[in-house]
């Protein structure tokens, strides 16, 4: 028998007892989709911090509600903060889906569900043409154009959108709860259309573990390098930052530069460059910028554009990849500013012409959309850039890209700042694609 002094201490730490018992967290949280790179397909991705089944139910809109499910797995991330935070991040891939058909679904388990979300699927022929939003370094603080992404997401202006690199700023940090916060803010986004990524180099604490355990990229290669088809174009996403990690392994340079190669080798075979004609890269550090800083783009030649020979064995860089298998058009983020360039291969500009400059370029177009919003503001331009600088802007916003046809894109720029104003547009147009376009 405890003694009544006894019982009374016990009775006075009970509240203290009852509050150190740890929530259950069997809801799905952070839901996003992405595209598996295989045609009628669709990966549903959340998140639980207690370990639940993989479930998606789905249907047809206007059919009945959850008539179809699907099941996959979930992985365990242990994030390497000092509280080993753990989390389960499932991943189940819907297959058989009808192109350009609309499907209502939500995800999670008999533990507990979603809220529902809907999701088209992608249109399965070469003469789609999808809009895009696209932009990097958007953050949990200071997500400036968050909101209007948002809302045109939701009013269904969009098929796709193309995060090029620098999410949360940082994921990792507070034990990676700004990771998942930043997960949860873009949901009303990416819960709704498939949201691609590339890394950037705020990912990159503990191996880009975040960025690799969070993602579901099409391949096998932890989201890091990956491609895809969609209407006339073949996506590339690849990782900038394996020029400047090497930490973490300098053979991912050539792992990549070899993929590369070879995905490109494929995509200009005759019968493939002939269905989808256009070739669109994504990459967070650009080739080239005029900001004001201190990045390898400003200072001196940028290692993603001519390697790096200060390493062995020297590693090649990608502009002359490129330039040899005629990739059209190269978006860029990293720079929180916009700015398009003209034409432009080996530091020289190639216009299509000089009333025309866009109307069959002589080399590559590059996009540079890093001012979705972060913690550290915008960037500033140097006054005096190169020739090859054709539009620069300073306001938080982002981009847009149609892939109308086999011959024409359009991009434009959005300023959040004046409150969704296009303040900048040019339409691609391309009667040849390949090498022989330069000639």
């Known amino acids: 028998m405890l003694s009544v002094q006894t019982a009374s201490v016990l009775l006075s730490f009970a509240p203290l007892l ?22 009628g397909s669709m990966v549903v991705t959340w998140t639980t911090f207690n370990k639940t089944d993989s479930k998606v139910e789905y249907g047809l809109q206007g059919r009945r509600f959850f008539e179809m499910s ?3 797995d979930a992985t365990v991330f242990v994030d390497s903060g000092e509280e080993k935070r753990k989390m389960f991040i499932h991943r189940v891939t819907l297959t058989g889906l009808k192109p350009a058909a609309t499907y209502v679904y939500h995800c999670g388990s008999d533990e507990g569900w979603s809220d529902i979300f809907s999701f088209t699927a992608l249109n399965s022929s070469s003469s789609f043409s999808p809009r895009f ?13 968050l909101a209007r992404l948002q809302k ?21 940090e507070d034990n990676a709860r700004i990771g998942d916060e930043f997960m949860r803010q873009i949901q009303s986004i990416a819960a709704y259309v498939p949201y691609m990524t590339c890394p950037g180099n705020h990912e990159s604490t503990y191996n880009f573990s975040n960025y690799r355990n969070r993602f579901s990229m099409p391949g096998q290669t932890e989201s890091l390098w990956y491609s895809w088809n969609l209407g006339s174009a073949h996506i590339i996403s690849f990782s900038t930052e394996v020029y400047f990690y090497l930490e973490y392994g300098m053979d991912l340079i050539f792992k990549q530069y070899n993929w590369l190669k070879q995905d ?4 200009n075979k005759p019968d493939n460059r002939a269905v989808h004609p256009w070739i669109i890269t994504m990459g967070h550090r650009p080739m080239y910028c005029s900001d004001d800083d201190q990045d390898d783009c400003t200072k001196f030649d940028s290692w993603v554009r001519v390697g790096r020979n200060d390493i062995k064995p020297p590693a090649p860089g990608l502009e002359d990849l490129f330039y040899h298998y005629g990739v059209d058009v190269e978006l860029w983020a990293h720079e929180h500013t916009y700015e398009r360039l003209w034409p432009v291969y080996g530091d020289k500009v190639y216009n299509g012409s000089k009333e025309q400059p866009y109307v069959n370029p002589k080399a590559p177009v590059h996009i540079i959309t890093g001012s979705a919003g972060c913690r ?3 960037d500033r331009f140097n006054p005096n850039p190169k020739e090859w600088s054709a539009f620069r802007s300073t306001d938080y916003g982002y981009s847009r890209m149609q892939v109308v046809n086999t011959t024409h894109i359009y991009l ?5 700042d004046q409150y969704g104003k296009v303040i900048d547009s040019i339409w691609v147009v391309k009667e040849k694609h390949g090498f022989s376009a330069w000639l």
């Open 18 to 39: 009852v509050l150190s018992v740890p929530p259950i967290w069997t809801q799905p949280e952070q839901v996003h989709l992405s595209y598996a790179g295989v045609l």
């Open 412 to 416: 434009e720029q959005v300023s959040d």
């Open 70 to 72: 699907a099941e996959g």
């Open 152 to 172: 045109e997401t939701q009013l269904g202006m969009y098929d796709v959108i193309l995060h090029i690199g620098d999410f949360a700023y940082d994921m990792h």
């Open 133 to 145: 939003a696209l932009y990097g370094d958007l953050g949990n603080e200071n997500p400036q154009s």
């Open 264 to 267: 490109l080798e494929e995509a």
């Open 376 to 378: 550290e503001r915008t």
